[in-house]
């Protein structure tokens, strides 16, 4: 993943959590009582990583099972730092994990998990809080005022730690952008904030222009907007019997179904969440052609996003928008690392970096549903065959 190529004929030697020698497999020697791996005729490529998800212990065996070793939590609470601990000390199996505290909001915000200051002091004592206890990241969401989201800037800034997350509307994607905002999360708060319902493609350049300048990331998760597109075509329903909908807790299921919208909506209703969708798509490509680092996310588990199977559907829909397979797994491997600041650990496959790869039957450069089709994942060293990973993941199903 350093350039589009594939080096072929290539052995790997990992010890411990570490790749220590990439070579010809007609030169390297491999260790006596090494653990071998065939990957004849396969393809070897970085762990993937999602940048945008809430997630819950179940979860973590099926991002696994996607080839997904890193996971960015966007609204976490102590549990998830007690997660992170126990994934950490090989306490439990999953994906590293990256985690915000609860979200940062106004009073109308409807998730549990939340807090919601009163004033600029409360919101400043709020940001060290979240510093003290571990969290990754400060998630800013709707509802607040631009005062109080300067004083959680300011207050960031001071404890040297990253902001993410929506565009306040009393603030703008012009204030966020100028206070630092280290990402911003769904391209369709761009289109709502800065194009309202006339899709300017002249727009287009300035908005490029204005992100590339504050060199913040962005998060699109298209994938949801798709779902959201098809529901409004009918079709989500069909979408529900997919088989990896196996893997979705009840109650997010059930509520996936209330959601589901019939096929015989209004054409004018149809018509305007497709051309939204649409313009989606343009705008991210238009936002990588400025040379943006896009973050592959999904926002798993809202609406059809099934933990660690739905980062599939967001590099197909970064390939949709017009980036080549390449520069969709980017989005998921060096672009993620580059924004954790992980990318000498990970990202990329060489010596001396951490051993998070996914083995595929297939070449992810041709097409990119072929990430789809992996025979294990290895996570810090340890390497997990597909078959391994449903049997326990099954398993974990089958006893709730």
């Known amino acids: 993943m350093d350039s589009e190529r594939v080096l072929k004929s290539q052995t790997l030697i990992i010890q411990g959590d570490k790749i220590i020698k990439i070579g010809s497999s007609s030169t390297v020697e491999i260790p006596k009582n090494a653990q071998i791996i065939d990957g004849k005729n396969k393809f070897l490529i970085p762990g993937l990583m999602d940048m945008h998800v809430h997630f819950e212990e179940p979860d973590l065996m099926v991002y696994l099972s996607n080839g997904v070793t890193t996971i960015r939590n966007l609204n976490g609470d102590k549990t998830h730092l007690k997660l992170r601990e126990k994934v950490n000390l090989g306490k439990l199996e999953g994906p590293r994990i990256y985690t915000s505290g609860p979200l940062i909001c106004g009073t109308k915000t409807k998730w549990e998990i939340k807090v919601v200051p009163k004033s600029q002091e409360k919101v400043r004592e709020i ?16 509802g607040l005022s631009s005062e109080i989201y300067q004083a959680l800037m300011e207050e960031a800034k001071e404890q040297n730690i990253k902001v993410v997350g929506h565009i306040p509307n009393a603030v703008g994607l012009k204030g966020v952008l100028n206070a630092g905002q280290t990402s911003i999360e769904h391209v369709e708060k761009i289109v709502k904030d800065y194009f309202g319902v006339e899709y300017s493609p002249q727009k287009i350049t300035e908005v490029a222009e204005m992100v590339k300048s504050s060199r913040s990331f962005v998060c699109p998760t298209l994938a949801l907007q798709e779902v959201f597109y098809l529901n409004s075509q009918g079709e989500f329903k069909q979408k529900l019997k997919n088989s990896e909908m196996a893997y979705v807790d009840s109650e997010i299921m059930s509520w996936w179904k209330s959601q589901t919208s019939p096929q015989n909506n209004s054409p004018s209703l149809n018509k305007e969440y497709e051309d939204f969708y649409n313009f989606q798509l343009k705008l ?8 943006i680092p896009l973050l592959a996310g999904t926002d798993a588990p809202n609406l059809g996003m099934v933990p660690g199977f739905s980062i599939h559907e967001e590099l197909r829909n970064m390939v949709m928008a017009g980036l080549s397979p390449y520069q969709a797994i980017k989005t998921a491997t060096i672009n993620a690392a580059t924004f954790l600041g992980s990318e000498n650990e990970n990202g990329t496959i060489k010596e001396g970096m951490i051993a998070d790869l996914v083995l595929l039957k297939k070449n992810p450069l041709l097409n990119i549903s072929n990430t789809k089709s992996s025979v294990g994942t290895m996570v810090k060293g340890k390497w997990y065959t597909k078959q391994r990973l449903y049997s326990n993941i099954n398993n974990k199903f089958k006893n709730e």
């Open 127 to 142: 940001v060290k809080e979240q510093k003290e206890l571990g969290y990754d990241f400060i998630k800013v969401y709707d």
């Open 284 to 291: 991210t490509k238009s936002l990588f052609d400025s040379n």
